[in-house]
């Protein structure tokens, strides 16, 4: 018989995150011929989701939906995925590395005494059919690959650097709703009362496929509007270096870099960004990189695909201008 994976996807904002579609083709990329695949859905209104994710070529999925788990906390959500695995006994489980993933992952390893490999950006399979895990070491200045030498094996992988597994119309798998009692008393020990969200938030900085990020040439938190503009043209989310942040142009939740959030979309815009080694940690894995700056021997445009030395004043409105008429 062969290996039963377990892919642990998530909702947020009444859909799935894209991440819970890529950590599918990874793990798929893990299977041979005759492996198992098995989706996780734990939340409140989650079994809402438990179609499309069947739709991904996943045999079974395992919903557990309750009112107890509107918000993530490890104390409750932690007992709901245990259920799941003991229903599901799997030689793999893979998270996405998120701030869900991250947390639960190690938790999950621990308790089965399994290895762990966290932030997976490729996998691949050597001649005898085993995995080889790489993930970026030293905020992305170096690359090491690493392989299991047991079962079960526990992966989180990096939004943004596999493929979306499809979701094929008439695919169906089976639904199973597992059983879930909320922790009895004394319950939980702590509890979320509220979750403010600080981003605009129109699109997960970390899930875009396209980032247009401003440093301290924007100038001021009306620069910054500027960058909103070319972003809602081209469906992008925006983001910041520290710098900016710094000088309160924007929140720090827009951060990237090596103390902010790691991204890795098909195009990252730079403006106003000297191109500093802890902001290159947070972008450098974009796929196109360009760069808006005044100052031709900025570092940034020395990892740039593109390169625009100029005002970004001037450039920004340009670009929009162009984009707006080329994607009318
Ligand atoms: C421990 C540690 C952790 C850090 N973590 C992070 C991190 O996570 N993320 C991060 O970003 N930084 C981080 N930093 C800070 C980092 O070292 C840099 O200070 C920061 O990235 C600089 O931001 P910046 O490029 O916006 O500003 P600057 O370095 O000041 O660059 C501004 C750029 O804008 C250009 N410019 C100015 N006006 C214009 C204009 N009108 N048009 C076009 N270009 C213009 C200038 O030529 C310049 O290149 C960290 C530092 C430390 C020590």
């Known amino acids: 018989m062969g290996d039963t ?25 893990a299977m041979r011929d005759g492996d198992r695949i098995a ?3 734990i939340g409140d209104g989650v079994s809402a989701f438990a179609g499309e994710i069947g739709r991904c070529g996943v045999d079974r999925v395992y919903v557990v939906d309750h009112a107890e788990l509107s918000r993530y906390n490890p104390e409750a959500y932690f007992p709901a995925l245990a259920a799941i695995v003991d229903r599901a006994s799997p030689d793999a ?22 290895g762990q490999i966290s932030d997976v950006v490729s996998l691949e399979k050597d001649g005898g059919g085993e995995w080889l895990l790489t993930r970026p070491l030293y905020a992305g200045k170096a690359f090491e690959t690493r392989r299991f030498a047991q079962r079960p094996a526990v992966v989180t992988v990096r939004p ?8 094929a119309e008439g695919a169906a798998a089976e639904v199973e709703a597992v059983p879930y009692a909320p922790p009895a008393s004394p ?14 938030g129109k699109i997960d900085l970390t899930e875009a496929k396209i980032v247009v990020s401003g440093g301290r040439g924007v100038k001021s938190a009306e620069g910054f ?28 939740a827009l951060q990237i870099g090596q103390t902010g959030k790691v991204v890795t979309p098909e195009i990252y815009i730079a403006c106003g960004i000297s191109g500093a080694i802890q902001h290159l940690a947070g972008m450098s894995r974009s796929r196109i990189i360009i760069a808006i700056n005044k100052d031709p021997e900025a570092p940034i445009f020395k990892v740039a695909d593109y390169g625009i030395v100029g005002d970004l ?16």
């Open 39 to 41: 989706a996780a859905l």
């Open 160 to 167: 943004n650097n596999f493929a979306a597994a499809e979701v």
């Open 225 to 252: 509007q500027v960058l909103e503009r070319l972003a809602d043209v081209l469906g992008a989310a925006v983001g910041a270096s520290r710098g900016a942040c710094d000088a309160g142009y924007c929140d720090y």
């Open 93 to 114: 489980i893979f998270f996405g590395h998120t701030a869900v993933g991250r947390d639960l992952a190690p938790k999950l390893a621990a308790q089965l005494g399994a």
């Open 187 to 200: 319950g939980l020990r702590t509890i979320v009362k509220e979750v403010v969200r600080k981003a605009s």
């Open 313 to 328: 004043f001037e450039v920004v409105p340009l670009l929009t201008e162009e984009f707006k008429k080329a994607l009318a």
């Open 5 to 29: 994976f377990l892919v642990v996807a998530e909702g947020r904002d009444g859909k799935l995150r894209q991440v819970s579609f890529e950590t599918i083709r990874a793990a798929k990329q």
